[in-house]
Structures are given as C-alpha cells and as structure tokens.
C-alpha cells in the first residue's frame, strides 16, 4: 500500500488510517499534529496503555466508553447524531462534548475512527469502526 501523502510504499502493518486516507507513519504524526486534531504525545500515550492492555483495548474502558465503542461496532459506521442520540438513550445527561472526548479516547486506542461527508452546512461526521 502506498501513502496518500508522500506516496512512500509502506507494508501493511505500517499504514495508518485517518479520516479515510493511508499515511506511513511520519505522515500519520504529521497530520495529526495539525492544529484542532490530538496531539503525538496522547497518542503515544494511548498506544502504551493499549500495549499494556493486551491485545483488546477494549477491556479497559469504562461503561460508557464501552456502549459507544459497541454500538460503533454493531453498525460499522454510524453518523454522529445517530450516536449521541443511542447514547442519550441510556445517558440523559450526556452531552456533545463528552461525547467528543469517547470518541477522542476510542480513536488514540485505535478503536475507532471519524470521517467526514459533504461540506458547508450538509457536513455530516461519521464514526466508523477502526479495523
Ligand atoms: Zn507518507
């Protein structure tokens, strides 16, 4: 597979998934770095954590990081809204950025992954599974 970046070949085990493109790993760090998205560092971090985890990062979540991350799985894909909706089922309270911060947690343990459709006011964000 080939970088959509810098289009150096990279193995499989090395690609890095973000918002629909392959990145080899200076790219991936690069493009992550970028203002507005999660810093190198926290993803480090979170890679640590998941290491020392073993192989499902799953098991260390909380309750509700795990019904999110569970519902992500069901669906494959879900839009963001249909998300905060099914978590408000079971969470009143909850709010837009509590559910930002899940999915920012899922996405440094590679659990899942955002993208996004359309532009100007149709954008919709979607929350897709990570593998
Ligand atoms: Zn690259």
């Known amino acids: 597979m080939r970088c959509d970046k810098c289009q150096v070949e990279i193995p499989d085990d090395e690609v890095y998934l973000h ?53 992500v799985k069901e669906k494959g894909s879900v839009t963001q809204e249909e998300l905060i909706s099914y978590m408000k089922a079971s969470y009143p309270n909850m709010t837009i950025e509590e559910g930002d911060g899940i999915f920012a947690t899922l996405r440094h343990l590679e659990l899942v992954k955002g993208h996004r459709e359309g532009i100007g006011e149709g954008v919709k964000v979607y929350v897709d599974i990570w593998s």
Do not use: H
Not at 27 to 33: F, G, P, R, T
């Open 19 to 71: 918002a629909g493109s392959n990145y080899c790993e200076d790219c991936y760090i690069v493009v992550m770095s970028r203002p507005k998205t999660c810093d190198v560092g926290a993803v480090s971090a979170a890679r640590a954590s998941k290491a020392l985890l073993g192989q499902s990062g799953e098991e260390g979540l909380t309750p509700m990081q795990k019904k999110f991350y569970d519902y």
